[in-house]
């Protein structure tokens, strides 16, 4: 594949698009009161609805990164969007608790049909000098969305009911889905690999190298970020703890750091992905140490968690540009498993907070920065692999950006990516 996709439209609408997608995880978070109270339940129960996508939403990656692989990304996400308005819709209609998990369900297997294909869209299509850019503006739109989806969710709710909030979101996706399918280049024909092997070119990503080291340090980066938030609503400051309108003005007020990173990453793209990676979760770890400290006055939580918010967010465009290479032609496959890791980790950092419960908020915190000086450590050993390339930062695209990162199987060049042979 050589065609180049034209840079504004493609971000602006697969930005939106993640936006859109990954908000339906948290959509029901603020509707958790109404929803019971029309299923005849409780809101602790009503509460698995979110459970349920995201456990699902999670495992699906694995499904649909090597389908995508083997179908091609536009044909995949096609799919997945139009499975997502009927199973959100379907939400708007659900008449008790059973029936919405079950769709809640369905949600999170269309919602994963996304994420793996669109990241590798972008590692593919887009202009090597734009390419660190396009990662950034998704990565960072994907994260916003648990903010951004339950403000949407809420608004939506206070005007049309809760039903209502999710006729509006399988409008928005419906829209989405018809711009997505206009503005991505077409696939080309579905590859000679079989299906099976697709697969089997995902578990080898798995074999010892620089990528389990990736992995297993993803698990560290929304882990750390969910159960510092977590803490604080269980343990923060009484202004905090057990007020979910203020700890949503609290994630709120850290949208500014989502939105300057994209603008950063002219900047951040100088230095090779494995350094920018280690270092901005080193930062947020010496942000989380501070706030076992002073985590006492909510004013200033909200500004060290603007600084925490914002490095844990450069994160994850280094470490999909680290994926993305050496993945080589499994590359759907190996964003999959790196978001896969990120939700496990995510899914994990609550009950960080529950164990640690008793030894008060700052055992957490701190405990939290010492899970990220190890997933710091754990990039920076992926990057010490022999076989060093491109030692100057990624300014010329994905592959120029890994830097001394190990090539485990031999290469050979498409699109300029070093790919491997599977």
Known sequence: MTDTAPFGRTVAVTTLAGLVVVGQMYAVLPLLPKMAASWGTTPAAAAWTATVF???????????????????????????????????????????????????????????????????????????????????????????????????AQAGAALFGWQGAFVIGALAEAALAVALWRVMLPDGPAGATRTREAFTAMARLLRPGPLPLIYTAALTVLGGFVAVYSALQLMGPPELAGHPAAMLRLRAAALPALVAVPFLAPVLTRLRPTVRAAGAMALAAAVAAVLGAAAHSAIVIALLLLVF?????????????????????????????????????????????????????????????????CGAALVLAAGRRPGSRHPRGDRDGVARGVGDVADPLPPRHVDGFAQHRH
């Open 54 to 152: 995201g456990l699902v939403y999670a495992a699906g990656f694995l499904l649909t990164g090597p389908l995508a692989d083997r179908y091609g990304r536009r044909r995949v996400i096609a799919v997945g969007m139009a499975a997502l308005v009927a199973a959100t819709g379907a939400m708007a209609l659900a008449p008790n608790l059973p029936a919405a998990l079950a769709t809640r369900a369905a949600q999170g297997l269309a919602a994963a049909a996304f994420s793996p294909a669109a990241l590798a869209y972008l590692t593919e299509r887009i202009e090597p000098r734009r390419r660190p850019i396009a990662l950034t503006c998704l990565i960072t739109a994907m994260v916003g969305a648990v903010v951004v989806g339950q403000l949407f």
């Open 309 to 373: 918010v914002g490095a844990l967010t450069a994160v994850s465009p280094a470490l999909t540009a680290v994926v993305a290479e050496l993945s080589g032609e499994a590359r759907a496959a190996g964003q999959a498993l790196y978001t896969f890791a990120l939700l496990t980790g995510a899914s994990l950092g609550p009950q960080l907070a529950v164990v640690l419960r008793g030894a008060g908020l700052p055992a957490v915190l701190w405990s939290v920065a010492a899970l990220l000086l």
